[in-house]
């Protein structure tokens, strides 16, 4: 019997084994410090994509769960690679939210959304493809499960860099946002921490021999507060002050934990210039206020490029039925910002530039 060469007619039906596979993955807490937990979903996981022609890398953590790599090794015919990018760590810990279960037609527990649900989906439309076209359908592909997102991919941001170099595109598999509106920009974070360093002395009998660095502080704090700027989406808040001993005591050192956003690689670099200004003005004799961290995760930017890709995907969520024609852009926020796939059209053929559909 030859093999169907439809990848949706060879899902038909499967819907129960995806969620069976989904409850497995979802059973096993895999809180980002949980590391065992993390190890044995990345164990799973190995299994889950276990597709001819691509081969698993295993990235070790010495402080989280493993990291996980896979390449094709099949025949493209020259194209370029498209890279698949994902995470298996969750945020709650052990104890707190665990396990799957059936809620009518919703499916509760830890990462069915964010995202084992999104790697399971990767998973199965890989396999349709391999075993109704065959590998060589496909581009070469990099794909990348990371274990350590939820607290900021302190070293998944330079594993998916270095496995994804070569790549042209990249999708990301965690939820978008209602009518299946996808995320094409999302700010850029980062935190700063400002020590301000004084005199410590009496206020009442030294008062003058001390140097203020509260004071300092409190001058810093208002400088980069007014840095705010809405209209392009640059927040900066300053979210904890510490510092001083006593009423009666010049306080000689003094603390602010600082978080900023921004929606530009230009913005991040002139704001952390900004902060670091603010910070040798806030300074009054006798003190000194220096800046510790700067920016985490630059911003992922919209672009002519992102436009042709969300478009392409738009086309082909259209013909699976999904809600792509959605016209309306919604307000960004700190998780992206949701945009109709028209948008991606309109915008190229103002440019001059007709995506391939």
Same mark, same amino acid.
């Given at each position: 019997m030859t093999k169907p060469d439809d990848p949706t007619a060879w899902l038909a039906g499967k819907d129960r084994a995806m969620e069976d596979e989904l409850a497995e993955l979802v059973g096993v807490n895999s809180f980002t410090d949980n590391v065992d937990g993390g190890r044995e979903v990345g164990r799973r996981l190995a299994e889950v994509f276990r597709v001819p022609g691509l081969e698993l890398a295993v990235v070790p953590s010495a402080r989280y769960a493993d990291h996980l790599v896979w390449r094709s090794t099949w025949d493209a015919a020259g #194209?370029?690679?498209i890279a698949l990018v994902g995470h298996l760590d969750t945020v709650f !810990? !052990? %104890?707190a939210f665990e396990g799957f279960r059936r809620d009518g037609d919703l499916a509760r527990g830890p990462g069915v959304l964010d995202m084992k649900g %999104? +790697?399971?989906v990767v998973a199965w439309a890989l396999r349709a493809i @391999?075993? =109704? +076209? %065959? !590998?060589? *359908? +496909?581009p070469p592909l990099r794909v990348v499960v990371v274990a350590d997102e939820?607290? %900021?991919s302190p070293e998944g941001q330079g594993v998916i860099r270095s496995?994804? *170099?070569? @790549? =042209?595109?990249?999708?990301v598999f965690e939820a978008g946002r209602k009518s299946d509106l996808v995320v094409t920009r999302r700010k850029g974070t980062g935190s700063v921490k400002a020590v301000a360093h004084g005199k410590a002395a009496h206020a009442g009998n030294a008062h003058r021999e001390g140097a203020n660095a509260l004071w300092a502080l409190a001058r810093f704090v208002d400088r980069v507060q007014g840095l705010t700027a809405y209209d392009r989406g640059v927040t900066v808040n300053v979210g904890k002050v510490t510092g001083g001993e006593s009423k009666n005591t010049v306080p000689d050192r003094a603390e602010a934990l600082v978080d900023i956003r921004f929606e530009t690689v230009r913005d991040a670099e002139a704001l952390m210039d900004d902060i670091r #200004? @603010? *910070? *040798?003005? @806030?300074a009054v004799p006798g003190t000194r206020v220096e800046i510790e961290g700067g920016v985490a995760r630059m911003p992922m930017e919209r672009t002519d490029a992102s436009a042709i890709l969300l478009a392409e995907y738009g086309e082909s969520a259209r013909a699976a039925g999904l809600a792509m024609d959605a016209d309306t852009i919604q307000p960004h926020g700190w998780y992206g910002e949701p945009v109709s796939?028209?948008?991606? /059209?309109?915008? +190229? /053929?103002e440019r001059g530039h007709r995506p391939r559909l």
């Amino acid at each position: 019997m030859t093999k169907p060469d439809d990848p949706t007619a060879w899902l038909a039906g499967k819907d129960r084994a995806m969620e069976d596979e989904l409850a497995e993955l979802v059973g096993v807490n895999s809180f980002t410090d949980n590391v065992d937990g993390g190890r044995e979903v990345g164990r799973r996981l190995a299994e889950v994509f276990r597709v001819p022609g691509l081969e698993l890398a295993v990235v070790p953590s010495a402080r989280y769960a493993d990291h996980l790599v896979w390449r094709s090794t099949w025949d493209a015919a020259g #194209r370029s690679p498209i890279a698949l990018v994902g995470h298996l760590d969750t945020v709650f !810990p !052990p %104890g707190a939210f665990e396990g799957f279960r059936r809620d009518g037609d919703l499916a509760r527990g830890p990462g069915v959304l964010d995202m084992k649900g %999104g +790697l399971v989906v990767v998973a199965w439309a890989l396999r349709a493809i @391999a075993e =109704t +076209l %065959g !590998p060589s *359908a +496909l581009p070469p592909l990099r794909v990348v499960v990371v274990a350590d997102e939820e607290v %900021g991919s302190p070293e998944g941001q330079g594993v998916i860099r270095s496995a994804i *170099a070569d @790549a =042209t595109s990249c999708l990301v598999f965690e939820a978008g946002r209602k009518s299946d509106l996808v995320v094409t920009r999302r700010k850029g974070t980062g935190s700063v921490k400002a020590v301000a360093h004084g005199k410590a002395a009496h206020a009442g009998n030294a008062h003058r021999e001390g140097a203020n660095a509260l004071w300092a502080l409190a001058r810093f704090v208002d400088r980069v507060q007014g840095l705010t700027a809405y209209d392009r989406g640059v927040t900066v808040n300053v979210g904890k002050v510490t510092g001083g001993e006593s009423k009666n005591t010049v306080p000689d050192r003094a603390e602010a934990l600082v978080d900023i956003r921004f929606e530009t690689v230009r913005d991040a670099e002139a704001l952390m210039d900004d902060i670091r #200004r @603010a *910070a *040798a003005e @806030a300074a009054v004799p006798g003190t000194r206020v220096e800046i510790e961290g700067g920016v985490a995760r630059m911003p992922m930017e919209r672009t002519d490029a992102s436009a042709i890709l969300l478009a392409e995907y738009g086309e082909s969520a259209r013909a699976a039925g999904l809600a792509m024609d959605a016209d309306t852009i919604q307000p960004h926020g700190w998780y992206g910002e949701p945009v109709s796939w028209s948008w991606a /059209v309109e915008s +190229l /053929v103002e440019r001059g530039h007709r995506p391939r559909l």
